[in-house]
Structure formats: structure tokens, C-alpha cells
């Protein structure tokens, strides 16, 4: 099992000192992350002057803390509202920012309902949401160096655009109400 994927990553940050848990170096950790990574890193004053973080957040996605960096990097590039790769199920076109969702969805008979899709609708929605995400991306980094507002998460956009998809129907039944049976 290589170290850099549990034991504490790699580059200055683990040279100054620190694994996978906090409190954080701010300036060792914006050092060790991608530019991606640190756009995302929200850090506060008191952190700056302190030099210190508890918990990582991401700027869009204020809700959820991580308490290691290898998550907070994780979430950064495969969080569902802002990905920045996708893999795609060619069967019928559902895209993953995982690549073991997509191996998942497209070994499973019942996720991957690949009998709707002929092989070119299934291409035609793989380069919809690729340039969705082209243009979720353009977004990103003009928030990140103008500060302008993104209009809508990367999911949502998808969702406007292609419609349906297997993991949408999936919550989309999760949050359905049982039906209740008929006393007589």
C-alpha cells in the first residue's frame, strides 16, 4: 500500500511536519495543494494571523469540514456540485466524478440502464455534459480570480440540460413518500 495515499501525503506539507490530521500549517498546506485546491481552501483571518487551521472547508460547499487533507482534496476534485474530471459509462452516457462509481453503475444491471440508449444517444449525452462541464469550469476560474458569481452547481446544470439520470432517479425515489395501504 503506497504511504502517500494514507499515511500523510507527500511534497513540503508532510516535510513540515504534519500527516493527514490537523490542526494545519496554512502556509505549508496552500503550498502542497493545487491551484484548484487552494481556490477552494477557505481560510479564515484568524487562521492567517494564527498560521493555523482546524478543519478544511471548501468555499462552495461551506457545510462540509474535512479533518484530513487527503478528503478535502478528494472532495475538491469529485464533489458532485463542482467535479474536475468525469468518467463516463458508455453504455448509456451517465457520467461519474468517481471512476469506481462508473465501474460500479456499469457493472450493475440495475443502475446502468443501458437498453434505453443506442450507442450514439449514449455518445451525444457523454459530450453534452463534458461540454457543461467545459463551461462549469470557464465559470470556475472566472469566480476564482473576478470573485463573479457562479451561476448554478455543475450537477444542477447537468440535470437542466440532460435530465434524467440514474443517480437523480435514485434519490429522487429515496425521498418518496411510502404509499400507505387502504383500510377497508
Known amino acids: 500500500m503506497a504511504k502517500n495515499k494514507i499515511a500523510?501525503?507527500?511534497?513540503?506539507?508532510?516535510?513540515?511536519?504534519?500527516?493527514t490530521k490537523g490542526p494545519f500549517p496554512v502556509e505549508a498546506l496552500q503550498e502542497d495543494l493545487t491551484p484548484r485546491e487552494v481556490v477552494l481552501l477557505m481560510v479564515t483571518q484568524d487562521e492567517l494571523q494564527c498560521g493555523l487551521m482546524e478543519?478544511?472547508?471548501?468555499?462552495?460547499?461551506?457545510?462540509?469540514?474535512?479533518?484530513?487533507?487527503a478528503d478535502f482534496q478528494r472532495h475538491c476534485s469529485k464533489c458532485e456540485a463542482h467535479p474536475h474530471v468525469l468518467f463516463a459509462c458508455e453504455k448509456c452516457g451517465d457520467c461519474f466524478a468517481r471512476k469506481f462509481a462508473c465501474t460500479r453503475h456499469s457493472e450493475s444491471k440495475s443502475a446502468c440502464k443501458s437498453w434505453k440508449w443506442t450507442p450514439e444517444a449514449a455518445s451525444k449525452k457523454i459530450a453534452t455534459v463534458q461540454n457543461i462541464?467545459?463551461?462549469?469550469?470557464?465559470?470556475?476560474?472566472?469566480?476564482?480570480?473576478n470573485g463573479t458569481p457562479i451561476e448554478a452547481?455543475?450537477?444542477e446544470r447537468v440535470r437542466g440540460v440532460v435530465g434524467t439520470t440514474s443517480k437523480w432517479t435514485r434519490r429522487k425515489m429515496a425521498t418518496k413518500k411510502?404509499?400507505?395501504s387502504r383500510k377497508s
Do not use: H, I, M
Not at 135 to 145: L, M, S, T, V
Open 8 to 19: 500523510g501525503g507527500k511534497g513540503k506539507a508532510r516535510r513540515a511536519g504534519y500527516a
Open 55 to 69: 478543519t478544511l472547508k471548501c468555499k462552495l460547499c461551506p457545510v462540509e469540514t474535512f479533518s484530513n487533507r
Open 133 to 145: 462541464l467545459a463551461g462549469y469550469e470557464r465559470d470556475f476560474w472566472e469566480w476564482a480570480q
Open 153 to 155: 452547481p455543475f450537477a
Open 178 to 180: 411510502p404509499r400507505t
